[in-house]
């Protein structure tokens, strides 16, 4: 970035994961500074501000946002809160980065998008995998026809949800979905990306069925594009083991690379091309970067310099519009 000017973010949501990943990457971003933080006890937003050296420590969403030292917010908070929390900073002329999933359900995420438009803020979804430089390579080949016609495109992600923190996983009306919302959401982004193409028709197998109450467990989705290649996402919370694994196949070759969500690491991909019997293998190791960094680094470029947003909230509507539809079991037709 070229800009001397800072934008000033108040974090709002400051959990473990605000505390364990999403500050020490915000403070490692070009022109960002981290003013503000949001708790819903008084008492923990002080100490959490005190322990790290945070100016300002609010109980309330809608005093953080009504500051003037705030410029913009990372919404960091359980699923259910990002569209209110999103209306309120866009209330006071905050612009917004949300975590994904964007919102409970479509008409949420229209809300968001409207009341930033409306509010002449910038709102961008924290869809991280797209900053990741082996995401971005794959992209490049499949643009490039080295694959030939993409014919299939799967993304499996798996971890023990026993392991995690946030106790309303499983509860439909805070978390909106379970892995679908949490995991597959990963997964249904980054095979749009790769593919830059959008879904047509959607079939999922949830099980258990989900409940007014309480989310899967695991998720089936199959997706059809509109360009024709047959999409898979696998996702789970039923797994001892985390994995996440990525599949392209093509006309003339397939891609396989693991690990493929995470930042601060050392990971890979496989392309064969070529035929059976005369195969040509080529591996090829990336270091990627912290990814909230990433994303946090070019949100605030584009609010600071006027760029485009990699993940703006018509993305992340286009995403909710599938686990809208695979949490309803599909949908056929056109994605609308």
């Given at each position: 970035?070229?800009?001397?000017?800072?934008?000033?973010?108040?974090i709002i949501g400051f959990g473990e994961f605000a505390e364990r990943a999403v500050l020490p990457a915000m403070r490692a971003a070009d022109n960002v500074e981290v003013v503000a933080l949001q708790k819903r006890s008084a008492a923990?937003?002080?100490?959490?501000?005190r322990a790290h050296?945070?100016?300002l420590a609010f109980s309330s969403v809608e005093e953080l946002v009504a500051h003037p030292e705030v410029d913009a917010v990372f919404i960091v908070s359980a699923n259910a809160a990002h569209c209110p929390e999103t209306l309120a900073a866009a209330k006071e002329g905050k612009h917004v980065l949300v975590e994904k999933?964007?919102?409970?359900?479509?008409?949420?995420?229209?809300?968001?998008?409207?009341?930033?438009?409306n509010a002449g803020v910038r709102l961008m979804v924290g869809h991280l995998v797209?900053?990741?430089?082996?995401?971005?390579?794959?992209?490049?080949?499949?643009r490039s026809g080295a694959l030939g016609s993409i014919t299939h495109a799967r993304a499996d992600f798996v971890y023990d949800a026993r392991t995690s923190r946030?106790?309303?996983?499983h509860k439909r009306a805070i978390a909106g979905g379970g892995p679908v919302f949490d995991i597959g959401v990963h997964?249904?982004?980054?095979?749009?990306?790769?593919l830059d193409d959008e879904v047509a028709s959607v079939l999922s197998v949830l099980t258990p069925s989900p409940t007014p109450e309480a989310t899967e467990e695991s998720a089936l989705i199959g997706l059809r594009f509109s360009r024709g290649t047959i999409g898979a996402v696998f996702c789970s919370y039923a797994s001892s083991v985390r994995d996440k694994q990525l599949e392209i196949i093509g006309t003339q070759g397939l891609i396989k690379a693991g690990d493929f969500s995470s930042g601060g690491h050392d990971t890979g991909m496989t392309m064969t091309l070529g035929t059976d019997a005369h195969p040509e293998t080529i591996v090829k190791t990336f270091s990627i970067p912290n990814l909230v960094t990433a994303e946090v680094q070019h949100f605030t470029a584009a609010v600071l310099e006027g760029g485009e947003l990699e993940s703006p909230g018509e993305n992340g509507l286009a995403n909710q519009r599938v686990l809208d539809a695979a949490m309803a079991g599909g949908m056929q037709g056109g994605s609308e």
């Open positions: 970035m070229t800009s001397s000017r800072r934008l000033r973010y108040g923990e937003a002080a100490e959490k501000a050296n945070i100016r999933p964007m919102a409970l359900n479509v008409r949420e995420a229209g809300q968001m998008i409207e009341a930033c438009r797209r900053f990741s430089p082996m995401i971005r390579h794959i992209r490049d080949l499949v946030r106790r309303w996983l997964c249904l982004d980054t095979l749009r990306f790769l």
